[in-house]
């Protein structure tokens, strides 16, 4: 099988996937994924279809095989740093979630989602300061609310010091 068929291959399994098939689009990425062990964007769509399944388990090795090299493009290794992490973190991996989503957001500091379940995965591991600023630092700095703009300097302050008082 060629590169091209690959390609095509692909993007039909992707498709099915958007479009409600996820058993469909699985079939089909793991043949591909027989045909082409070492093909990062097939391993990262294999796991994500098995999360779109609920099979979190079964995701984990696809998302390991997808980010072991530079493989994947700028977006779908955010995807697969966020997915993994979030999966790790539904496992009760929750050590292992907050080291993969502190690389997602060293290596994409702007995103949003990242930051979010990063904050979750820290929560889960009793880091509830860091949790809580991240979380404060995102309302603050992509919220629309004209009613939290106002009081942003203030959010931002409190997001470096939970504790301080008067």
């Not at 995965?121 to 106002?150: I, K, W, Y």
């Amino acid at each position: 099988m060629s590169a091209q068929e690959k390609d095509e291959l692909l993007a039909q399994a992707v498709r099915l996937r958007e479009e409600g098939h996820p058993e469909q689009a699985r079939e089909r990425l793991l043949s591909l994924t027989a045909a082409f062990p070492d093909a990062a964007d097939v391993a990262y769509q294999t796991a994500w279809v098995h999360d779109v399944l609920g099979l979190e388990a079964e995701a984990v090795p696809y998302y390991e095989r997808s980010l072991q090299d530079e493989g994947l493009g700028d977006e779908e290794r955010r995807g697969a740093l966020l997915g993994l992490g979030s999966t790790y973190r539904v496992l009760g991996r929750f050590g292992q979630a907050v080291e993969t989503l502190r690389r997602g957001v060293s290596e994409f500091p702007d995103d949003g989602a990242l930051r979010t379940f990063l904050a979750m995965a820290l929560f889960n591991t009793g880091e509830h300061h860091e949790a809580m600023q991240l979380l404060l630092r995102l309302v603050a700095t992509t919220s629309d609310s004209p009613h939290v703009q106002q009081y942003r300097p203030a959010i931002e302050h409190y997001a470096a010091d939970l504790t301080q008082t008067m």
